[in-house]
Structures are given as C-alpha cells and as structure tokens.
Nanobody
Framework: QVQLAESGGGLAQAGGSLRLSCAAS????????MGWYRQAPGKQRELVAT???????DYADFVKGRFTISRDNAKNTVYLQMNSLKPEDTAVYYC???????????????WGQGTQVTVSS
C-alpha cells in the first residue's frame, strides 16, 4: 500500500509564492511519473504539472513560467514551486504518482489527500 502525504499549502497573496511537497511512503518497487493536479470549487480536477522518473516535465499552459515541478527520487518526493500566484490558482492541490508495486506489475495511480492553496487579491 502506498501513501502520498502532501504539505506546504496555505494562504498567499497575489504575486506571492508557495512550495508544495508530496512524499510517497509504503511498500512499492518504483514510482514512474509523479504530478500535481488541482480542483477549484465547482470545477473538474485538472492537470497542473508532471515529471517523469528521468526528470522530463510537462506543464499546463496556465502555469508555464510560474510553477516549477521537481522531484527527489531518493526521497520519493515531488515538489511544486509556485511563484507569481494569482487568485485563480486557488484550489485544492492533489499529488499523483504512478506506482509500480512489484517489478513485474503495471503501474497504478495513487493520490494524496489534497492540500488547500488560497490566493488572495
């Protein structure tokens, strides 16, 4: 079983910064892609950024140039540095990881519990 524990959410002013962290723990063989998603009230969950185990990254257009995703494979942790925050970035941010439980098993998605990010104008 895999647990994803997010931290670093909170309140920021527009133009400010926050850094989210997500650490994976439990029994597994490896983690492939890790990512961050967000869900604002009344909206569907949407992709924010992803990063592969090799370090390749992908970003949603609305965060390009402002957010940076990174990971520490030794710590099974993914980070999201959020700069130049806007009120429309307000949402619950969820960590996601494609986890391979055994060497020969297919990866399956795991989710964190979410962390609230609120940006005031």
């Amino acid at each position: 079983q895999v647990q994803l524990a997010e931290s670093g959410g909170g309140l920021a002013q527009a133009g400010g910064s926050l850094r989210l962290s997500c650490a994976a723990s439990g029994r597994f063989f490896s983690i492939n892609t890790m990512g961050w998603y967000r869900q604002a009230p009344g909206k569907q969950r949407e992709l924010v950024a992803t990063i592969t185990s090799g370090g390749s990254t992908d970003y949603a257009d609305f965060v390009k140039g402002r957010f940076t995703i990174s990971r520490d494979n030794a710590k099974n942790t993914v980070y999201l540095q959020m700069n130049s925050l806007k009120p429309e970035d307000t949402a619950v941010y969820y960590c996601n990881a494609d986890v391979r439980r055994l060497a020969w098993s297919n990866p399956f998605p795991s989710w964190g519990q979410g962390t609230q990010v609120t940006v005031s104008s």
